[in-house]
C-alpha cells in the first residue's frame, strides 16, 4: 500500500509517499481501506516534533480518516467486512489503509459520503461538546468564535447558530469571514484590519455571554475583555503556537468563567446527549463540514503547508480512492 511518511522531524516538506506493507490486524481491531482522511494541526505539531506527545519516527501522520472494513481481527465484535467507519487516533491515516481499534470507530450514517464522514468527526465533535457542555451556549446568547475560518471554529459558527445564538465571527482574511457569513455569522470581525477590542465592543457594545478561543495568542485578552458580567470563555486551542497570558484582575472583576474543552472532561451523560444531537445534525442535513480543499495523496506535503500556514478555511482533506 502507499502511505506518506514522516522519516524524521521537521516541516511538512520531510514527508514522503513511499510503498508500505498493508498493517498487520491484532485481536479487537479491523483493517480500514482509506477513501479520505482529514488534515489537523496537530499533524503538523507532530510532523515536526513540536506536539505535547511525540510519536517516534519514520511515522504515517495522520489522525482522522473514513473507509470501509476490509479485514477483522480476532475477538472483534460490532462490525463486519464492507461497514463504512470512521475513526481517529495519534497517526496512521494518511495511507490507503489503516488498522484501528474497533471500540474507537463509529458507522457512517447512510447517504454521507467518506469527504463528509472525514471532515465532520474531530472539527465538528470538538466545537458542538464545548458549545454544549464548556461554553453552556443557550437560544439568544452572544457568542464570539476565534478562528472562525478554521476547522474548529468554522464549525462553532454553524453549530452555535444552529443552536440559536448570535454569532461574532473573527477571522484574518475577508474570504475566511465571508465562509463564516455563509453559515450564519452575523457579525464579522478581520482583526487585521483594525484593533480586535475596539471591533468588538463596537460590534457588541453590550458584551458577549461566551467566546469559543481555539486560536490563543494575541487575540484572546481582547476576546475575554469583550465579555459581559458572567461571561464564558472557553479554550479549545493555541493554533497561533501561542499561549495567552490573561490577566485574573479581569476574571476576578467581570465573575468571568474561564474553561478549557477536552473530550474526557465532559458528563457521560451530556457526552451521549451531544453525540446523538449532532449526528442527528448531520443525518438530517441541518450542518455539514465545509471542505476548503481536496488533495491526493500524491500531495499530502502541499495540504500540510496548506494547514500549517494558516490559508485553511473549513477542513482539508487528502482523497486516497
Excluded: W
Excluded at 506493507?21 to 482529514?38: E, H, I, M, N
Excluded at 505535547?52 to 463486519?80: D, L, R
Amino acid at each position: 500500500m502507499r502511505a506518506a511518511v514522516c522519516p524524521a522531524y521537521g516541516p511538512p516538506d520531510v514527508v514522503r509517499i513511499e510503498e508500505h506493507q498493508s498493517p498487520a490486524v491484532a485481536a479487537g481491531q479491523v483493517r480500514v481501506r482509506v477513501g479520505a482522511a482529514a488534515v489537523n494541526f496537530p499533524d503538523v505539531l507532530l510532523i515536526a516534533g513540536q506536539y505535547q506527545i511525540s510519536v517516534p519516527t519514520p511515522f504515517v501522520p495522520g489522525s482522522e480518516f473514513a473507509g470501509i472494513i476490509i479485514e477483522i481481527g480476532e475477538q472483534t465484535t460490532g462490525f463486519a467486512v464492507g461497514d463504512r467507519v470512521t475513526g481517529t487516533g495519534m497517526y496512521g491515516a494518511f495511507a490507503e489503509e489503516v488498522t484501528a481499534a474497533a471500540a474507537t470507530l463509529a458507522r457512517i450514517p447512510d447517504g454521507i459520503d467518506d469527504h463528509t464522514a472525514a471532515a465532520f468527526g474531530v472539527a465538528h465533535r470538538t466545537a458542538y461538546h464545548t458549545l454544549r457542555s464548556v461554553a453552556r451556549v443557550r437560544s439568544g446568547d452572544e457568542v464570539i468564535v476565534l478562528g472562525a475560518g478554521g476547522g474548529v471554529g468554522l464549525a462553532a459558527v454553524q453549530l452555535a447558530v444552529q443552536l440559536g445564538a448570535s454569532v461574532t465571527a473573527v477571522a484574518s482574511s475577508a474570504e475566511k469571514l465571508d465562509v463564516a457569513a455563509s453559515y450564519g455569522a452575523r457579525h464579522l470581525i478581520n482583526h487585521r484590519s483594525a484593533p480586535l477590542r475596539d471591533a468588538l465592543r463596537e460590534a457588541l457594545p453590550d458584551g458577549a455571554d461566551a467566546v469559543v478561543d481555539p486560536v490563543g495568542g494575541e487575540l484572546s485578552e481582547p476576546a475575554l475583555r469583550s465579555l459581559r458580567r458572567g461571561g464564558r470563555f472557553a479554550t479549545v486551542g493555541f493554533a497561533s503556537g501561542d499561549i495567552p497570558r490573561i490577566p485574573l484582575n479581569l476574571v476576578l472583576v467581570k465573575g468571568i468563567t474561564v474553561l478549557g474543552f477536552q473530550f474526557q472532561d465532559v458528563p457521560t451523560d451530556e457526552f451521549t446527549r451531544n453525540e446523538d444531537e449532532l449526528r442527528s445534525l448531520l443525518v438530517s442535513g441541518s450542518v455539514r463540514p465545509h471542505v476548503g480543499a481536496v488533495y491526493p495523496l500524491a500531495e499530502t506535503v502541499d495540504a500540510l503547508k496548506h494547514v500549517a500556514d494558516g490559508r485553511a478555511i473549513g477542513k482539508i482533506l487528502i482523497d486516497l480512492t
